[in-house]
DNA sequence: GCAAGGTC
């Protein structure tokens, strides 16, 4: 009996081989320079059958939609959630789509060994969909492993699955749903807004994405921009007390630093009642201690290291973006330096074996020693968080090279720390609280000794600060050395670091442990974002997009992440049976040709919402900026170069002109006056636009397009609906008239497009 | 030229 078996990537496939053939296996090349082939013989329930171990390179197929559905010019975007869409296999990836047909032709059995979480079951739904063009008679079989060890491998080999046809179906379900409700919403945008970027209308200018998870990450950066303009300070009283010991003074007679207290009630909003209260201490001043509690307490080590938790940690004491990080990564993996670095699972296999890892550190000369001790006899299990993906350990490290510099290096060394210290102990403290009360108000303090750093002393990237305080009994009183009413302001909360936008895209699920980062990416690559230090602001155009959506008035905004979580809620439900995947296709894609149809309604609101915030000027900066920064693809930034030749010039001339009333660079501009009423209906600054929404879709006949100059677009076009005109006030085309019609080629006009009007 | 998901 042949059996082929597949694996989702290669190093997988030379695990499995090597467990399976007990390293006794021969190797060939496959026509993908990254693929071998391994074929060994395996007894498989006391039958010897001949084995050969593939692999791919993740999905081999894609969804897409047919050639006729290419043009952005005579395919109206609304038939997107409509038209054929068909698998082919990726684009570069033909050369592993040969070795599988190949190897499979003469094959009894296709084994899929594809990673077994959603997106392995689909792609070994797509081996199989391959395999099946040449040979029609074999078997398929599913391997269902939890963790790349020889029992539960042999284990797999013995007892071999099916693939599950729901996690298939959900898989397939949202690709076809990202990709019709991508295309539809991208194209439509682009096309609408491009007449802000280009003045020749020509096919050229940014692509304005719309995604269903780079928009809701686009929408967290807003929202926090928003809020911070938004917010209202206000101010609050607080009562300070503070105590200087004369059991704290120091060798030369000097008191100590004075211990500072706590007000219980925090901080009031009300002046006069903080006053009454602060008065009542003041006229009787002295301080009793009411409750004096010691106890031991401890910082606990951190858990195994997940992708997710490793971008958030690193980005924020590595000072790299997620990006990069995922990038260093990757290479330190290929160099067989860490585990794979995609993993879902804080913790590790019961039977992991942790010494020979841990030894494998001791010489280094930064943390060594630790290593040392840890193998002497301070190691303890690491603790079990509760995720398992069933495909992949922690990250880990599974190599030492002490000749690594640069980002390497410091990404290294996290992991290693990281490791140790999850193998390492508790820190321990010695906690004491006092609480004290002036006339009825109660004070409290407390301090903190450290009695045991341990993990602390090697995983360096968690503080934990000691606090000393004197001794307190129960029953003393003292006088305070100052006793004050202080008033405060509140403050607005910071910009979004990318760690915090990680969190945020982790706690709404968008996007994958593998793809958060690429998400983060795309709205900087889009100019929808650009960061400073380490924080994200919205562009212009960003916040420009985000509030446009959100006055549509949708149930759920098309830059919130419920629509996301939606769709993810109703994938689960498809896996596990309780819902139908043609059902769930439907109703998504009704819902959404529905909101298709009221953006293209509302997309006056949109169009406003440009007018409003976005400035031309500062789009091209941080377009600039971006590019610097190589937060820009390739194949995207050729409109973006030529087109900041004319920056200057267009700038300049915005200025003194019918924006003055918005100020230069006026990210805020729009946004502040709004402050007081949140989003919305501020005074629109200079903005002369008239504009009109598309009501009256469709109707009125005449000839416009006489009117119609550089049209070089849509040449055939006979729309001549005269509901919409406006005059925009912002980038290249300032000052141009634009009126409403259809797409060329086309019958049906009863779809809005803005072509440019006649500027004389 | 669109999406998000794999992986190199």
Redesign the pocket.
Known sequence: MRILCVA????AAKQIASILSQSNYQVRQSPNK?VKNYTFDYTLNQRTVSMTMTAL???LL????GPECK???TTRPEDLFQAQVHNSV?G??EDVAINIRELARNADVLFIWT?CDR?GEAIGAEVEEICRQVNTRMQVWRARFSAMQPQPIHHAANNHDQLDRRQVQAVKT??EL??RI??AF??FQ?LQLRCYFNNTLT?S?P?I???????PTLGFVVDRYMAIKNFVSEEFWKIDMEYQSERMENNNGNSGPAVKFNWKRGHLFDYWSSFVLYEKCYQNPMASVIRVQKKRVTKRKPLPLTTVEMQKTATRMLGMTGTRIMEVA?SLY?SGLISYP?TETDQFDKNFNFMPLIQMQANDRAWGQYAQLIRDGEFERPRNGGHDDKAHPPIHPTGYDQNIYGDERKVYEFIVRRYLGCCYKDAVGYETVVEAQIAGEKFDVKGLIIIERNYLDVYTYDKWNAHTIPDFEEGQQFMPSSLLLNSGKTEPPKLLTESDLISLMEKNEI??D??IAD?IN?ILERNYAYKTGNYFNPSTLGIALVLGYDEIGFNSSLSKPFLRREMEADLKQICEGNKDPQLVLRQSIESYSHMFERTIDGFGKIRYSMETYFDYGEYLENAARNRNNNYTSN??NNWDNESSSSTTRTRGRGRGNNTTSRGRGSRGGGARQNTSSGRGRGARGGSTTTANTSRGRGRGRGRGRGGLTNNTVAPNCNCDIPSAEFTTTQGPNRGRKFRKCGYANSNDHDTCGFWMWSDT
């Open positions: 989702e990537k290669p190093s990254y390179l993740g999905h894609d969804l897409d939609f043009s952005w010019q990726l570069n990836l990673d997106e949202r690709q990202d990709l991508g295309a991208t194209r682009t096919t200018g692509v994405s719309y995604g269903s998870c780079q928009f990757e290929r995609r996007g994958t593998a793809t998400h795309k194949n995207n």
